[in-house]
C-alpha cells in the first residue's frame, strides 16, 4: 500500500521555479512536498545557465590575452586545455550545487521525494511508493532541447544543452543548428577556446532581439571567425566517417554543405509534460505548455504551472518570478498576475545584448509618438578606459517621457538592463533617472545620458530660451 501524504502544496520539479516555491512555503512553516526524479537544481544549474556562464568566462579569459596588447601588454596566443576548461565549469555547477541539495531542503522542512510523479485524478499525484493529495499541486518541470525531425540527424551522435558540457575534447570543427541565443552563445565561446565554428540559422541569427542591436553582436562574431549562415535551412545530416558529420542545407541562393566533427542542436526546446498524465488532472496542454492564465493556474483550479512547462519566456528568472506570484496566491491569497512586458532577458555574447520592454519597432506600433535615446559606449569614460567601447544604450519613451523599452549592446549589458527593468516594473519617466546619481566612472552612466538626451530639444527651444533670457534680467 502506497504511503498517502496531504501536504497544503505538493511541488514537481526541482529547478529553480520548483525550489524557491518549496523554499518559501517551508519558511513560512506550510506543509510542502517536493517531487524531483531527477537532477536537482534543475537545467539551469546543471545543463544551463551556470555552466555555459562558466565556459563563457573561460572563453573571454583566452580572448583577453589574445588583445592583451592594447593595454601595453604583449599579447599570447591561449594554449587551450579543454579538459581542464571542463574541470573548471564542473567545478562551478559543484560549488553552487549544495545551494539546490536535497539535504538543504530537507533541513528547511521540505519533504523531497526522489522520484517522478504522475496524476492519477484532479486531486491525486503518485510518485514511487507515495499518494499525495495536496490542497494545491505547482508543477515546475521546466523544459529539455527541442531536436527538429531532420532526415539523418538520428544517425549520427549530436549534442544538446543537456550532452554539450560533457565534452572533456576540444571539437575540432563544431556546427551549431540554430542561430539563437544559446547557439551564438556557444558558438562563440568554442571559437574562442579554438575550435573552428559554423552557425547554421534557418531565419535570422538572434531574430528576436532588435535587428540593430543584434547586427553588432554579429558582425563581433563573424570578425572572430565564426561563420553565420542565415536563412539556411538544413535538409539532412550524414555520417562522412567516424570522426567527421556532414550538414547539408539550402538557402536563397542555393544549397551548401559543411562537414565538421560535432553537431550541437540549439533548435529551441519543449514544455516537460510526458508522463505526468496531465490529461487526468484535467490540465490541458498546448505546443507551447501548460494552459495557464495569467494567475498561471491551469485548467484545473488546484493545479498551478510555473517556469518553462506554462510556455512563454523560457528564463531561470522568469522561473523565479512565477513562484513569487504562486507564492503570494497560495499563502496569502493575495492576487497575483503574471506582466511578461517588464521580463528583460540577456545573450552573454561579447558583446552581450540585453532588452526590457517594447523594442523600437513594436513601440512605433502601439504609440503615436516616441522618442528613441541613444547614448554610445565610446562616449563613456569607464569604456575607453576597458577599451571596450563597442555599442550602445537605446531607450524607447513615448510623447510624456515614460520609458516603453530599452536595449543595450555592448560590455556588461546584462547587469545595466537591471536599471531598466526597474524603471518599466514602476512606470518610471525619463526624469526619473536623470535624477538620480551615478558614480564616475562606471558603465551605468550611459543610462543617465540615454535618459537626460531626451531634453536635448528643450535646449534649442526659442520659448525656453527668451524666459532664460528674461531671468537673467535679474541678476
Known amino acids: 500500500m502506497p504511503e498517502i501524504l496531504k501536504p497544503d502544496i505538493c511541488v514537481i520539479g526541482g529547478g529553480s521555479g520548483g525550489l524557491t516555491v518549496a523554499a518559501a512555503a517551508a519558511a513560512f512553516g506550510v506543509p510542502v512536498v517536493l517531487v524531483e526524479g531527477g537532477r536537482m537544481g534543475g537545467d539551469c544549474l546543471n545543463y544551463g545557465c551556470v555552466p555555459s556562464k562558466a565556459l563563457i568566462a573561460a572563453a573571454k579569459t583566452a580572448e583577453t590575452m589574445r588583445r592583451a596588447d592594447a593595454f601595453g601588454i604583449k599579447s599570447v596566443d591561449p594554449q587551450v586545455n579543454f579538459g581542464k576548461v571542463h574541470d573548471h565549469v564542473r567545478s562551478v555547477v559543484d560549488a553552487i550545487a549544495p545551494n539546490d541539495s536535497v539535504e538543504r531542503f530537507v533541513a528547511m522542512g521540505v519533504r523531497v521525494i526522489r522520484e517522478y510523479g504522475r496524476f492519477t485524478d484532479r486531486n491525486t499525484l503518485v510518485a ?22 531532420i532526415p539523418g540527424l538520428d544517425t549520427v551522435p549530436y549534442l544538446t544543452n543537456e550532452t554539450l558540457f560533457d565534452q572533456t575534447r576540444k571539437p575540432g570543427h563544431l556546427i551549431v543548428i540554430g542561430g539563437g541565443p544559446i547557439g551564438m552563445e556557444m558558438a562563440q565561446a568554442h571559437r574562442r577556446l579554438g575550435s573552428e565554428v559554423t552557425v547554421i540559422e534557418g531565419l535570422k541569427a538572434l531574430g528576436k532581439d532588435d535587428p540593430e542591436m543584434a547586427a553588432i553582436v554579429l558582425e563581433r562574431i563573424r570578425a572572430e571567425g565564426v561563420t553565420v549562415h542565415e536563412g539556411a535551412k538544413v535538409v539532412e545530416v550524414a555520417s562522412r566517417s567516424r570522426s567527421s558529420v556532414s550538414v547539408r542545407f539550402e538557402t536563397g541562393d542555393g544549397p551548401g554543405e559543411v562537414t565538421g566533427t560535432h553537431v550541437l542542436v540549439a533548435t529551441g526546446r519543449k514544455p516537460n509534460v510526458e508522463g505526468l498524465d496531465l490529461e487526468k488532472a484535467g490540465v490541458a496542454v498546448e505546443r507551447s505548455g501548460i494552459r495557464v492564465d495569467r494567475a498561471l493556474r491551469t485548467t484545473n483550479r488546484r493545479i498551478f504551472a510555473i517556469g518553462d512547462v506554462a510556455g512563454g519566456l523560457q528564463f531561470t528568472h522568469v522561473a523565479g518570478y512565477h513562484a513569487s506570484l504562486v507564492v503570494q496566491t497560495i499563502l496569502f491569497r493575495f492576487p497575483a498576475k503574471e506582466n511578461r512586458g517588464i521580463v528583460p532577458w540577456a545573450t552573454y555574447t561579447d558583446p552581450e545584448l540585453a532588452h526590457v520592454g517594447l523594442t523600437e519597432e513594436q513601440a512605433r506600433e502601439r504609440h503615436r509618438r516616441i522618442s528613441v535615446l541613444r547614448w554610445p559606449y565610446a562616449e563613456n569614460d569607464r569604456a575607453q578606459a576597458e577599451r571596450k567601447t563597442v555599442g550602445h544604450v537605446k531607450v524607447v519613451t513615448d510623447r510624456k517621457g515614460r520609458i516603453l523599452g530599452a536595449t543595450i549592446v555592448g560590455a556588461g549589458a546584462g547587469e545595466m538592463i537591471n536599471m531598466f527593468s526597474l524603471a518599466l516594473a514602476n512606470g518610471m519617466k ?22 537626460t538626451s531626451y531634453y536635448v530639444p528643450v535646449t534649442r527651444n526659442p ?13
Do not use: C, H, N, Q
Not at 133 to 147: D, H, N
Not at 463 to 475: C, E, Q, S
Open 430 to 451: 525619463v526624469a526619473d533617472l536623470r535624477g538620480y546619481i551615478a558614480p564616475y566612472p562606471t558603465m551605468t552612466e550611459m543610462a543617465k545620458r540615454a535618459a
Open 463 to 475: 520659448w525656453v530660451r527668451r524666459l532664460i533670457g528674461f531671468m537673467r534680467i535679474f541678476g
Open 128 to 149: 514511487g511508493d507515495y499518494e499525495i493529495r495536496a490542497r494545491r499541486f505547482v508543477i515546475a518541470t521546466g523544459s529539455s532541447p527541442a531536436v527538429p525531425p
